[in-house]
């Protein structure tokens, strides 16, 4: 049965975090709207308002949605995932006081999944409890975000592995307790079976950042992203997380909900961009007449609408094929989850680009301005394009799977649908009724047969 309604009972949830969010999360994106508060956990703010609002959202079971009871989250699938993360999309802060967080989100998931009960004990523990933060640290320099150009190379030897190389945008590292890295291990084989993720705490010897990477806006030197260097990094053999070769499987358990996740708080951006359009039209006049009794600006408006209304309900259709691959574990399933997720990260941040830009211009002035948060909300378009993979790297695997199983046309010249060779089917199909018919016209204008 197809059904678009939420049960009474999580709907009430979803009012509860709405309320919250607005009432006492989103004030925090106004005293402290940068990149590095919060994740700061020495900070004040931190330890005096967002602690406290932790444990109310904990209190209230809605503390790391994302993961199974057994490591202290809900449990909740996609779909009801999406609908949490659209409310919480709308504030900066609001992941992270919900437990949900990236990069932390998806480094939680792969210590779950592939960690050892040491490595949980000292790693996942504290990061799910959202006292410490943490680092994945896969792209490079020189090979961007494809792992054919990987360089970064960790070497056995008897005490451990030895490190060396370079890794780029390393999320929130200058908070980061401990680094997860993705790095060559035999290069001798093909990429996809020869890296391997390690575990790298916080000062280990040999792992430097040389300088701090951040988003337009921000000062030179002082982003939040970390450009490393690794010089002869020695890594115990216990820091090894899975099997050695294992890196693209562990990757794909944390990029596939991360990117998901990020078009899931995308929707939460654009309703507000939505929202905010709504309310300068109604609020605003021009040439003496209200700017409501424009009909192109009433077009503007229900052109964004239909552009996030849409992109909603296919971020909602993607988290529906993720939940039931999860499910029934069948293969055709799970290829159809990896294409939707894929196809709603394409689609991301073209939507945020276009939706927001139409806002941004009905604002005039004032929505170019540091006045509202347009421009920020419309940054993450470009942010996300190449975040989590390029976006044409994503409409690549897109067509291929749609390819995948595509059956060539008996006739590669014209194709299955060319009408004169279809129609001389069909009147092959009908022969015996050749003769029955007339298009001649009787005296009632009528045709007989």
Known sequence: MWDFSTDPGFQGELDWVAEFVREEVEPLDLLYPGNHEPYDRESEVFKEVVRPLQRRV?????????????????????????LLNEILGRSQWAPMVFGTQAPDSGNAEILAHYGNAEQRRLYLEPLLDGRIVSTY????????????????RAVRDADGWVINGEKWFASNYPHAAFVIAMVITDPDVAVHRGTSMFIIPRGT?????VRGTGLFGEPLGEGVHGYLRFTDCRVPAENLLGEPGTAF??????????????????????RRATEMMTERIASRTTRGGPL???QSVRQSLAEVWIAVEQFRLQVLHAAWQVDRSRETKDPEHVRAARLHISAVKAATPGTLVDVVYK????????GVSNELPLMRMWQMGPTLGVADGPTEAHKDVVAKLLLRNAVPADDPLFGSEHLPT????????????AGKTSTEKTSTGKKEV
Do not use: N, Y
Request: net charge positive.
């Open 58 to 82: 904990k209190e209230r079971g809605l503390w790391a949605a994302h993961l199974p009871p057994s490591l202290g989250g809900m449990g909740m699938g996609q779909v009801r995932l999406a």
């Open 137 to 152: 640290a896969m792209t490079e320099p020189t090979g961007g975000a494809d792992p054919g150009g990987f360089t970064c």
């Open 205 to 209: 010897p040999g792992m430097e950042m």
């Open 249 to 270: 499987a562990i990757a794909q358990t944390r990029l596939g909900g991360g990117r998901l996740h990020h078009a899931m708080r995308s929707v939460g951006v654009l």
């Open 292 to 294: 409501a009794d424009q």
């Open 359 to 366: 806002v941004m211009h009905l604002h005039g002035a004032l």
């Open 422 to 433: 279809k129609v001389a089917a069909a009147r092959a199909k009908f022969a015996a009724l």
